[in-house]
């Protein structure tokens, strides 16, 4: 929906506006925070190519490498369809070994959140189905989109890209990691909708590429 095309303008200063709106939440890498109960958030989607070590995390970015990456189990990241611009107002997507991965993909001082601390955290905003509204950046979403000065965890609807390589649902879902595996081929992530204010808990492939979140340790 929000893709950048060549030769287009209107879309581009979209992406710029909507990019000013949502800059009041934290760095683009993520390393500042937000207090959300007994928790602080980072309130930007993750944004780094690289483990806590400065090793470099895999750039997935055709079909074909992003396969290969999954099957040998190995992080990989990508934009949205490729384009830059998408990764400044949404961060990157990032398979599952990316998070898993034990150099370390979360800045130091932060981690990836288990499945016990994103219930925790969706507990604390009205539970599984209303603490869309209090996580959802006001802006970006249509309608229902979140309330203004809900918290400041700012959740876009950056979407996903799926096990093949193929990508879903820019500027309507928003899909979270979470570091918790649910199976040997499967982890627990967290999935928001423009079209209620539910957030669901689904176990899916470690293979498809999400956004990150993280929490200060």
Known sequence: MYRIRSGSVLPLLFMLLLALCVSGCSSRRGDE??????????SRNLDTDRYRNGDPVRHAASEAEWHDAASKEEGAWCWYEGEGEN???????YNWYALSDPRGLAPKG???????????LVDFQGKEQAAGRALKSPK?????????G????????????????????????????TATPSGDFEAWNREFTGRNDA???????????FSVRCVKD
């Open 33 to 42: 925070g937000v207090a959300i109960g007994r928790q602080v958030w980072t």
């Open 87 to 93: 990764g400044r107002v949404y961060g990157r997507l």
């Open 110 to 120: 932060w981690h990836i959140p288990s499945d016990r601390e994103w219930q925790e």
């Open 140 to 148: 970006g979403w249509g309608s229902p989109a979140g309330d203004e």
């Open 150 to 177: 809900s918290g400041g965890f700012c959740a876009l609807p950056a979407g996903s890209r799926n096990c093949l390589g193929g990508f879903f649902a820019l500027g309507r879902d928003a899909f979270f990691w």
């Open 199 to 209: 957030v669901r808990r689904v176990s899916v492939n470690k293979s498809i590429g």
